[in-house]
Every structure is written in structure tokens, then in C-alpha cells.
Nanobody, 121 residues
Framework: QVQLVESGGGLVQPGGSLRLSCAAS????????VAWYRQPPGKLRELVAD???????HYVDFAQGRFTISRDNAKNTIYLQMNSLKPEDTAVYYC???????????????WGQGTLVTVSS
């Protein structure tokens, strides 16, 4: 089964940028939807952005205009470019990939272990 491993998190000052990467251990071509979620301290996990094959990327309000999700199937990697970071963006960021496996088994969903992003001066 495909495993996802995030990297690129760390400490950044407000207004700075980070690019998160999510490397898959296998072929992600068949995963129709990839996404990034985050979990701020003391809060529930929330969607940041998702990208479904053949459709434009979708961003939640706080990510619109600042974050960009992308995927490179040749490198089996998912990315999240984050610009103009704010302290409220501090969270553990998780990548997610989902594919349809059939009417009997439904969707297969895979999660990474998360990478911590801290935005602070």
C-alpha cells in the first residue's frame, strides 16, 4: 500500500513562505484526489486545499490566494506552496490521497504522518 511522507515544515516568520512536500512510496497516478489538511493546536483537523484530476484546485477561504496545491505524478509527490504566512497558519499539516477502488470497497484513503509548521517572530 502507498505510504505518504511529508517534509518541509519548520519555523518561519510572519510573511514568509514554505513549500511542503509529500512523497509517496508508490505510484500516486491512480489517486484521483490529493489534498492537504491541517490541525492547529487544540483544534480539529481541517481541509486546506484539494486537487482532483481534471478539475481546478479547490481552496478553503483562508488558503485562497496564498497557498497553491500541486502534484507531480512522475515524482509521486504532492506539494503545498504557502506564501504570506500568518501566525494562525501554525499547525500540523497532513497530506492525503484518495482513489476509487470499486463499488464493493469504495474509496481508499491514505494519510501522511504530518509536518509541523510554526509561524512566529
Amino acid at each position: 500500500q502507498v505510504q505518504l511522507v511529508e517534509s518541509g515544515g519548520g519555523l518561519v516568520q510572519p510573511g514568509g513562505s514554505l513549500r511542503l512536500s509529500c512523497a509517496a512510496s508508490g505510484d500516486i497516478f491512480g489517486f484521483i484526489t490529493v489534498a492537504w489538511y491541517r490541525q492547529p493546536p487544540g483544534k480539529l483537523r481541517e481541509l486546506v486545499a484539494d486537487l482532483t484530476s481534471g478539475s481546478p484546485a479547490h481552496y478553503v477561504d483562508f488558503a485562497q490566494g496564498r497557498f497553491t496545491i500541486s502534484r507531480d505524478n512522475a515524482k509521486n509527490t504532492i506539494y503545498l506552496q504557502m506564501n504570506s504566512l500568518k501566525p494562525e497558519d501554525t499547525a500540523v499539516y497532513y497530506c492525503n490521497a484518495k482513489k476509487w477502488t470499486g463499488f464493493d470497497t469504495g474509496y481508499l484513503e491514505v494519510w501522511g504522518q504530518g509536518t509541523l509548521v510554526t509561524v512566529s517572530s
